[in-house]
């Protein structure tokens, strides 16, 4: 994988913002709701800049980062999760993985998405019209991973999730995401909050999360103004009596390289690689869709890959 810099060459504010990007586990109320607070503002700017996204496409696929990311709570080792979303409104769809390490990588199906007139707000809804949500979980020493599918209801990430659950583990379960843009469209806030009701809470317990998650700031702003994951935590869900269990980075990361494109060109048909060899055009790029790196390949690059398949 090849990362864009959207810090530029300041290193000072790549290390700091590198830095901030965590996620945070903690529980309310001795346990009966678990939840993560995620700040993952440099994630979405590195993000936008390898796949060179607009503010829309920005927005839609920071909002997919954010929840997978929050969505690996309570993973180990290397298990995985991936959400992925087929509709037939303009987005087409989206696919992105993250996994117990904090790394989180993805894409979007249709890059630019068409817009017939500029956008009055953020409600996404009209981009994704009909569809399907799947979140397939991959778990340590399982012969295959776990899928589950629900239609989508609201158009909303964070809605479609809080459905999923709500389906498929019959669990409550609240998503926050957020992307703050300045005036000029940067990306100065990302993140988001995730929050499950646990068998056995009282229902003084869920009315009175219910009325603190209504009365929550943008956590998008609040990150864009300098306010911490654990400082918004505690006091907006004082009454709840948070308590930390721990956090761990999150990290815009792919594993993709050249050596593993290459072994990808070395499995395609001899007669495949000789007509690339003689038409070409040169140099071949390979993209990968996860993180739009490119991998390039001139004509004596390929005759290599080729002596090698040979042999």
Do not use: W
């Amino acid at each position: 994988m090849i990362k864009e810099q959207p810090y530029g060459n300041d290193l000072k504010a790549q290390l700091k913002a590198g830095a901030r990007d965590k996620l945070y586990h903690f529980i309310l109320s001795n346990g009966m709701i678990r939840g993560g607070i995620l700040h993952g503002t440099r994630m979405v700017n590195e993000m936008r800049a390898n796949h060179a996204l607009g503010i829309l496409e920005t927005l839609v696929l920071g909002h997919a980062y954010i929840a997978a990311a929050l969505m690996c709570t309570g993973l180990k080792g290397d298990e995985r999760i991936n959400l992925k979303i087929d509709c037939s409104g303009p987005i087409k769809g989206l696919s992105v993985e993250a996994n117990a390490f904090g790394e989180v990588r993805g894409y979007l199906k249709n890059v630019p998405i068409p817009i017939a007139k500029p956008l009055q707000d953020f409600n996404l809804s009209p981009f994704f019209g009909a569809g399907f949500l799947s979140v397939s979980k991959t778990f340590r020493d399982a012969k295959q991973p776990f899928t589950g599918q629900v239609e989508l209801m609201h158009g909303s990430i964070a809605k479609d999730l809080a459905y999923y659950y709500l389906k498929s583990e019959q669990t409550p379960t609240v998503f926050d995401l957020s992307v703050k843009f300045d005036p000029e469209g940067n990306v100065t806030g990302a993140g988001g909050l995730f929050l499950q009701v646990m068998p056995g809470a009282d229902e003084a317990t869920i009315d009175n999360l219910e009325t603190m998650v209504s009365d929550l700031p943008s956590i998008g702003t609040a990150f864009a103004d300098g306010e911490e994951p654990e400082e918004l935590i505690s006091k907006s869900f004082k009454r709840l009596a948070p308590q930390f269990l721990g956090d761990h980075r999150i990290e815009f990361m792919c594993h993709c390289s050249r050596d593993r494109t290459e072994n990808m060109l070395a499995m395609l048909p001899k007669e495949d690689l000789m007509d690339i060899i003689e038409n070409g055009p040169f140099p071949v790029e390979i993209k990968c869709h996860h993180c739009a790196t490119p991998y390039r390949f001139n004509k004596e690059d390929i005759a290599k890959v080729m002596a090698g398949a040979k042999s």
